[in-house]
């Protein structure tokens, strides 16, 4: 088991402009969560999966955020016409199933730059 | 809604103690407390669901209050590799059955 794996590590993009982000979770967790953490700020919630059914998110999450885990394997996260305000850290975690009663792993993270 | 994390900082010298809390408005169904070191992804520490709960591994424990309204992280004996951001993610009762709502975290600072 390699853990939480994300990718790519690093983006930089022209604001405006369409990125996708990647997560493969612990092959065995059920659920798949999306989180953004800016710098000196805690992970701010977006949404997440319980297997392949995106179960809530977050009113952060604008039209311009998709999230999908088909057959409830990895996820993608992509965000359309890219602006500043966009710039963070996009962080994935997983859980065997409810969190509360097991605890997140997180990925490394996708550092977003927006230009 | 979001806990309420304090102190904002700490700054220690090896050896000394620190006490991390965290507070909600409401009853929580349960609190983790994770370990951020710069530039990587924040770790798991450790889980409390249990009102009066008290756990903990090696030197670093934490307790829940009979309220389940906070939570305070014990780090004992600070040492330098425990230098870092702490957060408490919560789950309140009625809230979302799935997701964690972090606090704005303490940075711990160990000096040798």
């Known amino acids: 088991d390699t853990g939480v794996s994300q990718n790519p590590r690093h983006k930089i993009t022209k604001r405006g402009q369409n990125v996708t982000f990647r997560c493969d979770p612990i092959?065995?967790?059920?659920?798949l969560y999306w989180y953004r953490q800016t710098l000196g700020q805690g992970p701010e919630f977006l949404t997440y999966f319980q297997n392949e059914a995106q179960l809530e998110k977050s009113r952060l999450l604008s039209d311009r955020f998709s999230a999908e885990r088909p057959k409830g394997s990895f996820s993608t996260l992509e965000i359309q016409r890219t602006e500043q305000g966009d710039s963070a850290m996009y962080l994935c975690?997983?859980?065997?199933?409810?969190?509360?009663?097991?605890?997140?792993?997180f990925g490394s993270g996708t550092r977003l730059t927006v230009v | 809604q979001q806990p309420v994390q304090s102190p904002q900082a700490v700054i220690l010298r090896e050896g000394e103690d620190a006490v991390i809390n965290c507070s909600s408005s409401?009853?929580?169904?349960?609190v983790h407390w994770y370990r951020q070191k710069h530039g990587e992804a924040p770790v798991f520490l450790m889980i409390?669901?249990?009102?009066?709960e008290q756990k903990g591994h090696d030197k670093i424990s934490a307790s829940f209050n009979e309220k389940k309204q906070q939570s305070s992280l014990y780090l004992t004996a600070s040492q330098l590799s425990y230098s870092g951001t702490y957060f408490c993610g919560t789950e309140a009762y009625g809230g979302s059955q799935g997701n964690l709502i972090f606090g704005k975290g303490t940075k711990l600072s160990v000096k040798p």
């Open positions: 092959s065995e967790h059920n659920r």
């Open positions: 409390l669901l249990k009102g009066g």
């Open positions: 409401k009853a929580l169904y349960s």
């Open positions: 975690a997983s859980s065997p199933n409810r969190a509360a009663n097991y605890g997140y792993t």
